[in-house]
């Protein structure tokens, strides 16, 4: 609410220098939304709409409070699989300041730093006007640039300062400040599971969940890559040079390898911000994103939804691991029930349904089609893709749709909201449930949760229930438009 | 009360800190690496691409940034690798380019200089856009080709620590270091 009062009335408020007015009132419902969520959904233009007073208090302060609670989610689950017999899960509050002053807040004022040395933006200056070498007019954008970034990257937000995101040269200003910005998307999630194994005293359960992940991200970078250097064959065709790829909404200081890195990486993690447009990338090159965010962006993750959303999967393996040997699922000691599996089944399928459900809805009604950018199979992709990246609080997008209308904020505004306190509720039962339970003694019986047959296991449950949920879905976007395209077939 | 000191940490300290450390360590990355000449005029950001048609001028790459390479309007043109508008775009771009460059019909045309970048201000083209455009521009100004592959070498960006990104020539840079030369 408060968020929504500042965009509203941010032409009243100080630290305005461009004058920019009020944004309207669904573009503001979805913003305030789409920041408290951790989605970062950009409807709105940055540069073009965002006072500074915006982007530093309205924006910035859920960057921090939305990453610092979804890390204490992750850590009240935790703590409900390593306690036992125990009524609580700790103090959600004593946990939220912790990981803000003690984690996010130092990190952060390193790396903006860093960024600024790079070329990075941090000052309260107007826009300044240049003339151009040829004797035209170029507005350049000004403002704390550095600070908002670099939470926005760690805290896996990825709201963008500016419209093109991680694209824009003062938002990424070299291949390096590009490297470490992808690295402190994932530092937070990957350094998740190895606390998970400490805290469970099973620091190779820790690892085993580590390499899962790490196997689905390799794959998934693998494939992109693959895609997007091989280019667009239509294109060759018309004399592009093939040995380039596909450079469409690409930058050459990145080039296809980097873009397709980040690409994966922050649909990987529910970061949501990017260095070229996806909606650009080739069939399959876009399918690899889409199909991260739809597995629930369990790879490496979200900072704390990452581990959260793995440990529904990892528990769900443990019942199916249970199943086949019959003998009651046993996780961690813990004796696996039907209300647990319920649980972890309703958080999956609330995803489902609402990505599935708006999809449809939208693409079979007038406002769903009016926003589309392209025609034929990769429209459908478009509408996919944002209701994926809105209820999975991604926040990327193949930007080509034109979201900033009153039915598109709202619909994608309620897909966040679900896709997060629907999640979060399940699995705080979860949570719940678990600390309550004794722990029995490990048996010769007992299924390791480590080791190569765990991580299969793992892997296998992850996409076997990712591909039954989407792949329909996909077959008609990304697939078949694979197929189009290297008949040659335009839309 | 905690979550109001919160607030005013994270979005007031916070984002002071870094302005004043950045404006003491870095004053003109923390302002935009602003190109100013003598007299006071900007002329842009080092960072940023700028529009160029001029024959005696590298060329950028195509911008979807408002009306091109608009930095008030960042974005790209988020065109799919089937649709119909980006392929008649991508047609007329290369004719532009071998006709402006007097290229051949054969001559296969660098992927970057007939493709919008994702933030429509990219400013560097690829060594071989460059090498492309170079008898051209080195026409245009009656210098010589090795004198220009001179300033194209000194003004192109390597990859970050030799092993990060692409390699790009900075087009802003290279096109006032031609002029500088006269």
């Known amino acids: 609410m408060f968020t929504y009062a500042i965009l509203r009335l941010q032409y009243l408020l100080p630290l305005n220098p461009q004058h920019l007015g009020p944004l309207s009132p669904d573009l503001a419902f979805n913003t305030a939304v789409s920041f408290t969520t951790n989605t970062n959904w950009q409807n709105y233009g940055g540069e073009s709409t965002m006072s500074y007073f915006s982007q530093m208090v309205a924006l910035a302060l859920h960057n921090f409070a939305s990453a610092a609670v979804g890390i204490g989610l992750a850590a009240a689950l935790v703590r409900g699989i390593a306690r036992h017999s125990a009524k609580t899960l700790g103090n959600f509050w004593v946990d939220l300041v912790r990981v803000t002053y003690y984690l996010l807040l130092p990190i952060c004022l390193v790396f903006a730093v860093f960024l600024v040395s790079q070329g990075m933006i941090q000052n309260f200056k107007p826009y300044t006007q240049a003339t151009t070498v040829e004797g035209a007019t170029q507005t350049i954008v000004q403002g704390p640039m550095a600070s908002q970034v670099a939470i926005k990257m760690l805290g896996t937000n990825g709201g963008g300062y500016v419209n093109a995101n991680a694209a824009h040269p003062f938002e990424n200003p070299t291949p390096l ?12 999630g990957s350094g998740l599971t190895y606390w998970l194994g400490r805290m469970t005293k099973n620091q190779a359960h820790g690892w085993s969940v580590w390499t899962a992940m790490m196997i689905l991200f390799l794959a998934g970078v693998l494939t992109c890559w693959w895609a997007e250097s091989a280019g667009n064959p239509i294109h060759h065709q018309l004399g592009v040079a093939a040995a380039d790829g596909n450079m469409e909404g690409k930058e050459v200081r990145f080039g296809v390898f980097n873009s397709a890195l980040f690409a994966t990486i922050t649909t990987d993690a529910s970061c949501g911000a990017v260095n070229s447009m996806h ?14 965010i739809q ?8 900072v704390g939804a990452g581990l959260y959303g793995m440990l529904v999967f990892v528990i769900l393996a443990v019942f199916i691991a249970g199943l086949m040997v019959g003998r009651t699922p046993e996780y961690l000691g ?9 649980m972890a089944m309703l958080s999956l399928l609330v995803l489902c349904l609402s990505i599935l459900g708006f999809a449809a809805w939208a693409a079979v009604s007038e406002w769903g089609k009016a926003g589309l950018n392209n025609a034929g199979p990769h429209g459908l992709s478009e509408m996919l893709y944002a209701f994926s990246s809105a209820t999975g609080n991604n926040g990327s997008a193949f930007a080509g749709l034109s979201g900033n209308t009153p039915w598109y904020n709202t619909t994608l505004g309620i897909a966040m909201l679900i896709g997060r306190f629907w999640m979060i509720i399940p699995i705080m039962a979860l949570a719940g449930s678990l600390a309550q339970k004794k722990v029995a003694p490990a048996s010769v019986g007992t299924f390791p949760v480590h080791g190569g047959t765990f ?7 992850i996409l076997l229930v990712g591909a039954l949920n989407f792949l329909p879905a996909l077959a008609l976007g990304p697939i078949v438009e694979h197929f189009q395209m290297l008949q040659g077939k335009l839309f | 009360m905690a979550t109001l000191i919160l607030a005013v940490v994270c979005c007031g300290v916070y ?7 950045a404006q003491l360590a870095f004053p003109r990355q923390a302002n935009g690496s602003l190109i100013v000449t003598k007299d006071g005029t900007v002329r842009g950001s080092e960072l940023l691409g700028q529009d160029f048609t001029e024959a005696k001028y590298f060329h ?12 008030a309007n960042s974005g790209g043109r988020n065109l799919g690798p089937t649709s119909q508008k980006l392929d008649s775009l991508i047609k007329e771009r290369i004719a532009a380019y071998r006709t402006e460059n007097g290229l051949s019909d054969q001559t296969e045309v660098p992927a970057d200089a007939v493709t919008a970048s994702g933030s429509g201000l990219d400013p560097h083209i690829s060594l071989r856009n460059a090498e492309l455009q170079l008898p051209r521009v080195a026409k245009a100004r009656n210098t010589s080709e090795t004198k220009v592959r001179e300033l194209v ?6 990859p970050s620590l030799s092993i990060l990104g692409e390699p790009g020539v900075s087009v802003l840079k290279l096109n006032l270091a031609l002029d500088s030369i006269e």
Do not use: C, H, W
């Not at chain 1, 991580?455 to 449950?461: A, D, H, Q, S, Y």
């Open chain 2, 15 to 21: 984002p002071l800190v870094v302005y004043g450390v």
């Open chain 2, 153 to 158: 070498a000194q003004n192109t960006d390597q």
């Open chain 1, 455 to 461: 991580v299969i296991l793992l892997l296998g449950t």
């Open chain 1, 279 to 292: 909606d650009s990338f080739t069939p399959l090159g876009g399918f690899v994103p889409l199909f991260n």
């Open chain 1, 177 to 188: 400040s590009n490297f470490i910005q992808m690295l402190s998307i994932f530092s937070i």
């Open chain 1, 334 to 342: 813990k004796k696996i029930g039907a209300f647990d599996v319920k």
């Open chain 1, 295 to 302: 597995l629930g962006e369990i790879i490496f993750g979200g």
């Open chain 2, 60 to 71: 950028p790459r195509p911008s979807a940034a408002g009306n091109g390479y608009d930095a």
